[in-house]
């Protein structure tokens, strides 16, 4: 276990190499030292978490190296490992090196190609150091490491403007949420006087803390709210799509927007002594997954589909974070990296193999062409879907519904909100697999996957299917030996009546069979009302209205961005100006005197010297 | 020793100073190259002069061989300087010292 400090350092290690070399290295080392960063990584935090789970210890701390000495002040860089950051560690590291693999064929006609493998690994890395770092101040360098990484890698296609507009979006508007993290940071340091996750904690939970609880806890909530993509400063994530797929496919899965989800779940303590903030975070958490469902409905971009899943699929866990269920959280994080992950190198491939075709409308027919995107894809939608008993999705995503409905803090309401955002989740990513592979083929396919695209897919499918098996209900064995370790790290989650749970769990897969069936009935039959309804009036505007996002960019565009340009207009000109801009004219103009003396005219300068010679002779008499 | 010459020393100094004045308006005023170079023999003639002046003025052999030393650097200098402007004008065609510029000042 001694070997922890590998996890982190060998992808940074890695982006370091291909930071100062990746100039002068080939392709092909590129992509290995790459790669084999990021596999070394996941084969050691899979060693360390063997030996985590078979020496039943509880926790392992380990200190690297002291890293901030002020005063009295003594934060140490330390990695912390509990059962908690163990299963984020194995499930980001394994996920990761898939997507690297993927990324090593997929990204294969690209330019700066080790430097594609640079940032991936340095994102991996911050990931890594978010996850396993023992201090506030190491949280808070891992989750700024993930923010600037995921600017790097949206507009890594930099040659196209709007790539680079939306890179600084997703960077600008998660920053709204960094200043509520780094505030509700020091809140905590100031009030409990120490950095020291564990201790922090431990302090918080005191009575007599719970104003400052309130307060952190919306703060974070802030912060959470800003990577995970949650109202109200979730529309960086659609824009995001901008990136490459293998990075979407990483920052959806596996990074970025669960950093949010696992600082509630490590700060649950904040949470426990602050029942309104938790409330908030349900409120936000069921909000968000309805929102990200209905927005997907009419999506035409496969990619943006997806997105608004992912806006979706983070409420669920949020949700659950906010009704108490913290491992019920980390079971779909867990779920959601497999699922998601596949769900977009899939989609991926079949993009690619159209020539960049990204409109399901125009993809079809493509099951029978592109059978190792169609079986992955239908694999991951049917996880996605929660289909009932043979998909790791249903597992999670169930109990999130449960204890969202009957847990101490749900309500019906949230469990309604819960059930009908599942419902909509199945329509839409069965419309997508629908329109997809199934109906007309409209292009050529262009080229088909090689080994390692198969390969990353193919994992993924098996973890898409089987993770969800470590998680059973009670009624079904119960045998859930994750949510029990799960739950030694974050706390016992609030707890739920099983009465009604067999019930409610066939009314659970009778609603997803329901969507499938409505998806097929609605996108694959087109029976007639169909056609009628989309006459109808009022229906154009509904359509484009979820199609936008439910107009937060126009809100955002009119409330913030437009005044804030006015504002900057309008200042361009003021009075402290007048002073720097007096000094950069004297600074022009002695430039101008300055200049003119260096005609490089030999007879100018013999006159220069004549002057001189005098002036010291004129200054010698006079002395 | 006897007197040598008959001319005054101040006379002498005065001739010497005008010669390096018409040097110096000659290295400042004159653009092609050949004239600067000739100027510049000028101001160091006028310099040898002054020595000679001094050196009669003082009855000490000094100033003498300071105008040797003169001679020989006046002649390496237009050894040199004469293979520069030939060098200059293979180059730009043209042996105007201002022409030759290549500064925007």
């Known amino acids: ?623 | 020793m006897s007197e040598v010459s008959t001319i005054s020393t101040p006379a002498v100094i005065g001739i010497s100073l005008a010669l390096f004045l018409i040097g110096l308006l000659g290295v400042m005023v004159r653009r092609d190259l050949l004239f600067v170079l000739m100027s510049l023999e000028i101001m160091l003639n006028a310099a040898g002069l002054a020595f000679i002046a001094a050196a009669a003025k003082w009855r000490q052999p000094d100033g003498q061989v300071m105008v040797l030393l003169i001679l020989v650097a006046a002649a390496a200098e237009v050894g040199v300087g004469l293979s520069l402007v030939l060098r200059l004008y293979h180059q730009f065609d043209t042996v105007d010292g201002d022409e030759i510029s290549l500064m925007r000042g």
């Open chain 1, 1 to 623: 276990m001694q070997l922890l400090w590998l996890v982190p350092a060998l992808p940074l290690l890695g982006a370091l190499v291909l930071a100062l070399m990746g100039g002068i290295m080939g392709r092909r080392a590129g992509a290995v030292i790459g790669c084999a960063s990021v596999g070394l990584s996941c084969l050691v935090s899979v060693a360390v978490a063997g030996r985590f789970v078979t020496t039943h210890v509880s926790v392992f701390h380990q200190i690297l190296f002291p890293w901030v000495t002020v005063g009295s002040l003594q934060v140490p860089m330390g990695l912390w490992l509990d059962q908690l950051s163990l299963v984020m560690m194995v499930v980001i590291t394994l996920v990761s090196f898939l997507i690297h693999l993927y990324s090593v064929e997929f990204m294969g006609g690209e330019a700066d190609y080790s430097l594609f493998f640079c940032y991936m690994n340095l994102f991996v890395g911050s990931m890594l150091i978010l996850v396993l770092g023992d201090s506030l101040l190491s949280l808070y360098l891992g989750w700024e490491g993930v923010g600037l990484c995921s600017y790097l890698l949206i507009g890594f296609w930099h040659r196209d403007r709007n790539n680079g507009i939306a890179a600084q979006k997703a960077f600008i508007v998660t920053r709204v949420g960094d200043t509520a993290l780094a505030i509700g940071l020091f809140l905590l340091f100031w009030k409990t006087g120490t950095l020291d996750i564990r201790q922090v904690m431990q302090v918080v939970a005191a009575p007599e803390m719970r104003a400052v609880a309130f307060a952190a806890g919306l703060l974070l909530l802030g912060g959470a709210v800003g990577k995970s993509a949650q109202i109200p400063l979730h529309t960086w994530l659609p824009d995001a799509m901008a990136g490459p797929t293998p990075v979407s496919a990483l920052i959806h899965a596996a990074t970025m927007v669960t950093a949010g989800v696992y600082l509630i779940a490590r700060t649950n303590a904040v949470y426990r002594a602050a029942p309104t903030a938790m409330l908030l975070v349900a409120i936000v958490g069921a909000a968000t997954a309805l929102y990200g469902a209905l927005c997907a409905l009419p999506q035409r971009d496969i990619k943006r589909v997806l997105a608004y899943s992912t806006i979706s699929q983070v409420g669920y866990m949020v949700l659950a974070l906010g009704v108490g269920a913290w491992s019920a959280a980390i079971f779909h994080f867990v779920t959601h990296a497999f699922f998601k992950a596949l769900l977009f190198l899939s989609a991926g491939i079949a993009v690619q193999a159209l020539g960049e075709e990204r409109d399901v409308y125009r993809m079809g027919g493509l099951f029978r062409r592109l059978p190792w995107a169609g079986w992955t894809f239908l694999i991951g939608a049917a996880s996605l879907s929660a289909l009932p008993l043979v998909t790791a999705g249903f597992y999670s995503k169930d109990r999130i519904i449960w204890a969202g409905w009957f847990s101490d803090q749900g309500s019906a309401v949230f469990g309604a909100a819960a059930l009908l955002a599942s419902f909509l989740t199945a329509v839409y990513i069965f419309r997508v697999f629908f329109l997809v592979f199934l109906g007309h083929p409209h292009h050529e396919i262009e080229r088909l996957p090689g080994r390692p695209m198969k390969l990353a897919v193919a994992v993924l499918s098996f973890f898409a299917i089987t993770a969800g098996f470590v998680g059973m209900p009670q009624i079904l064995g119960g045998f859930s030996p994750l949510l029990d370790f799960l739950s030694r790290a974050v706390g016992a989650s609030t707890p739920i009546s099983s009465r009604g749970e067999a019930g409610f769990l066939v009314l659970s897969a009778i609603e997803t069979l329901t969507a499938i069936w409505f998806a097929y009935a609605l996108f694959v039959r087109v029976p007639a009302w169909v056609v009628g309804l989309a006459k109808a009036p009022g229906y154009e505007m509904v359509r484009q209205f979820a199609l936008t996002g439910m107009g937060f960019d126009s809100l955002y565009d009119r409330v913030v961005v437009r005044p804030y340009v006015a504002a900057a207009r309008l200042g361009r000109g003021d009075f402290v100006d007048v002073f720097y801009n007096i000094l950069a004219f004297f600074v022009w103009m002695s430039n101008r005197a300055l200049s003119a003396t260096e005609s490089g005219r030999v007879r100018n300068y013999a006159t220069g010297l004549l002057l001189g010679a005098v002036l010291v002779t004129v200054l010698l008499l006079l002395r």
